[in-house]
């Protein structure tokens, strides 16, 4: 496929010896990209697939009260990221999770050893937010950050390298659990973890 560019983001050198990538027994693999995009599918199919804890972010931002209250114009939650970069650190530390969230650069950089950024031609996002209800505001920000490769981007400056993968289809959705699946296979192997 030639849509799918196969690039792996690992931590980088010199990494905080607890959240550096030999200290896990298991990869923490993150699921991001603008809403609608698929994320959230496509994450609880590779947890149930390589045996991985899904960690649900939006409920981590309620539960823990990670937000600095609504913004009503978007229908959404302001994000507090450094109280949920707090949350989350414990929950990250031995490995074996994978996170989605639609935003990343806040993420450090040591957490994951593989990052996904899904993408979606904008007719097939605009359906799938329309479909969810979305106001004609939240659908017209959602599709202009697709247009504008907001989601991969930040990926981009946050992480060395990103897999950028289009998620338009059920055979997409496979295509991309089953190159997830293989590298978790062989992230295991060449960590001796199999």
Partial sequence: ????????????????????????????????????TGKTVTAEL???RCDLRRVDVTSLVVEHECHEGRDEELDTLVLDEEKLVGVLEEELQGG??????HSCGFF???????????????????????????SERKVEVNVECEIFKVCLEEAREAF???????????????????????????????????
């Fill in 46 to 48: 590779i947890a149930e």
């Fill in 96 to 101: 074996g999770r994978i996170v989605d969230y």
């Fill in 160 to 194: 060395d390298e990103v897999q950028d993968l289009a998620s338009n289809s059920v055979e997409d959705l496979e295509t991309n659990v089953q190159r997830t699946q293989q590298w978790f296979e062989a992230w295991m192997h060449n960590n001796g973890r199999d």
């Fill in 1 to 36: 496929h030639s849509h799918l560019r196969q690039t792996v983001a690992v931590a980088r050198p010199g990494a905080a010896a607890g959240m550096a990538t030999r200290s896990r027994t298991r990869p923490n693999i993150l699921v991001t990209g603008t809403p609608g």
């Fill in 108 to 134: 450090p950089d040591t957490w994951f050893d593989l990052v996904l950024v899904l993408g979606a031609e904008t007719h097939v996002l605009f359906d799938r937010l329309v479909a969810r209800g979305y």
